[in-house]
């Protein structure tokens, strides 16, 4: 039978990490492995690197995040990249802006469809808080693809600082 292991916890502040282990004694092979590591310093700045091994068919490497750059300004983004196929599967890239009483999200996303083609959308929400909604299931697919996403609220404190991580 296989051997299993994983382990999760939070490994410095604000860092997180996973790691998960499947190896066949019978093959003497690892047959998943998948590694994972989130900052989040706090909520609407978060970025994930990810690793995903399957013998035999999978390797790609995540990385995804949310963070402010300038006020009232969000960039969020995602690239899911197969290094056995060297090509990206999925992407998305986009912004937030919070007006305070409206917040405006605007993204695109590319998704492998063959090993040939992709399809990309171009997805746009308004929000006028109070008032309505327009959506094009920007938030879901945001909240899907970028662990940690938060959802801006224009009727939260305002944070004004900015930084690109690393520097």
């Keep these: 039978s296989d051997l299993l292991a994983a382990v999760s916890g939070t490994v410095a502040p604000h860092v997180?990490?996973?790691?998960g282990w499947q190896y066949n004694t019978d093959l003497n092979q690892t047959q998943r492995l998948n590694l994972a590591v989130r900052y989040n310093p706090k909520p609407g700045k978060v970025v994930n690197f990810a690793y995903r091994h399957t013998a035999n068919s999978i390797k790609?490497?995540?990385?995804?995040?949310?963070?402010?750059?300038?006020?009232?300004?969000?960039a969020v983004g995602r690239l899911n990249y197969s290094t056995r196929d060297r090509r990206a599967l999925e992407s998305l890239a986009g912004f937030e802006y919070d007006g305070g009483c409206w917040g405006l999200r605007v993204s695109v996303h590319r998704i492998a469809t063959t090993t040939r083609t992709a399809s990309t959308t171009l997805l746009f929400e308004l929000e006028l808080n109070g008032l309505s909604k327009t959506r094009n299931n920007t938030f879901d697919l945001l909240s899907r693809s970028i662990g940690g996403?938060?959802?801006?609220d224009p009727r939260a404190p305002r944070h004004d600082e900015y930084q690109v991580p690393g520097l």
């Design 149 to 152: 996403y938060t959802r801006f």
């Design 60 to 74: 790609q490497f995540d990385i995804s995040g949310q963070w402010p750059v300038a006020p009232q300004w969000n």
């Design 16 to 19: 997180t990490a996973d790691a």
